[in-house]
């Protein structure tokens, strides 16, 4: 069984792969499967608090994570204004003192023509009643501030629908003659919660607690120039 829920993006959205700097800051066209056990995991503590849900963090680390994005993703290029930490010493009362430093850093920022679907594998129908009180609180995927509204309730169905994809089993495995290869990431088997919480000292370890992961999605390129590119679906 899946439980599907819709998003409308309200923002442009933006989530830097793994291997991206603060420099060169990248975007995937989509949420990954790590973004979305992320978000709801907020949620879940905004809805119980931290205690409530610390022990549920199993159930949302073992979540099978399927997506579904829009017929058109358009991708804006832009170079912006950006302050990172000093590494020198600046010049006493001039204009750069201070312990940040004015750069210029790459962005990316994603338009979602449509809605994004997101389906979760369930383990057991006790499971219904607890993941959609946590899919009704998740107002944002990816990077704070690419906001999303829920279009319509989770609802039930026994198996996922065409549209939706899923990470392979195995690195591998099969790819599509088609589509473009990304890089996104998952929770790890052992990934826990005091790795995830953003107020512990344990750091996420790339490779053990946020493993990367090889999926082609299923779009292409109609067109591109130094300002923009244009994706559409395949499938």
């Avoid at 099969?174 to 750091?203: A, C, E, M, W």
Wanted: glycine share 10%; net charge positive.
């Amino acid at each position: 069984m899946w439980l599907i829920s819709e998003y409308v993006p309200t923002s442009l959205f933006s989530l830097k792969p793994a291997w991206a700097t603060s420099s060169g800051g990248k975007s995937l066209l989509l949420p990954t499967p790590f973004a979305v056990k992320m978000a709801l995991l907020d949620a879940a503590c905004r809805v119980h608090g931290r205690q409530g849900v610390e022990h549920q963090w199993d159930v949302i680390r073992a979540l099978t994570v399927a997506l579904s994005g829009p017929d058109q993703i358009v991708v804006t290029n832009t170079f912006t204004r950006i302050l990172k930490l000093r590494r020198g010493t600046a010049s006493p009362g001039s204009a750069h003192a201070g312990p940040y430093q004015k750069s210029i850093g790459f962005r990316e920022y994603v338009y979602h023509a449509g809605p994004i679907g997101i389906a979760l594998q369930l383990p057991g129908e006790d499971l219904v009643g607890r993941l959609t009180d946590w899919l009704l609180q998740i107002s944002y995927l990816g990077k704070r501030g690419g906001f999303v509204q829920m279009a319509r309730p989770p609802q039930v169905v026994d198996a996922l629908p065409d549209g939706f994809f899923t990470l392979p089993d195995s690195d591998t495995g099969p790819f599509p003659l088609y589509g473009i290869l990304h890089q996104v990431d998952d929770t790890g088997p052992d990934t826990s919660f005091d790795r995830v919480n953003i107020y512990s000292d344990k750091k996420v370890r790339l490779g053990k607690d946020r493993i990367l992961r090889h999926v082609v999605l299923p779009y292409r390129l109609v067109r591109s120039s130094k300002g923009y590119s244009h994706y559409q679906r395949i499938d």
